[in-house]
């Protein structure tokens, strides 16, 4: 069992730029972890993910050019940087780990751990 928290969330304005992160108690078995965000009255949509051992990115459209996920030294902790956001950008953002090999990328049902979520608002 994987546990996921994250942090970071909170209030901004339409352009300002903001960092979530997410600790994994334990990422040797992983083989992605990523972000989906879900807005009131919405599915939940995939933000990005990333390949855990090679450390590449991929990303959703929506997203694409203003959010980058990274890693630290640690392996242990993933960040979401959120630049130039848009008020369609609110939403609660989780952060998800799967320990699932999959041709291509995992769908969002592959993803076996999720944390509790970080709400994200951001104002016009």
């Known amino acids: 069992q994987v546990h996921l928290v994250e942090s970071g969330g909170g209030l901004v304005q339409a352009g300002d730029s903001l960092t979530l992160s997410c600790t994994a108690s334990?990422?040797?078995?992983?083989?992605?972890m990523g972000w989906f965000r879900q807005a009131p009255g919405k599915e939940r949509e995939f933000v990005g993910t990333?390949?855990?051992?090679?450390?590449?990115?991929y990303y959703g459209d929506s997203v694409k050019g203003r959010f980058t996920l990274s890693k630290d030294i640690t392996e242990k902790n993933m960040y979401l940087r959120m630049n130039s956001l848009k008020p369609e950008d609110t939403a609660v953002y989780y952060c998800?780990?799967?320990?699932?090999?999959?041709?291509?990328?995992?769908?969002?049902?592959?993803?076996?751990?999720w944390g509790q979520g970080s709400q994200v608002t951001v104002s016009s």
């Open positions: 998800a780990a799967t320990p699932i090999w999959t041709i291509g990328l995992p769908k969002m049902t592959d993803y076996s751990y």
């Open positions: 334990d990422t040797f078995s992983l083989y992605y």
């Open positions: 990333m390949r855990w051992s090679t450390g590449v990115t």
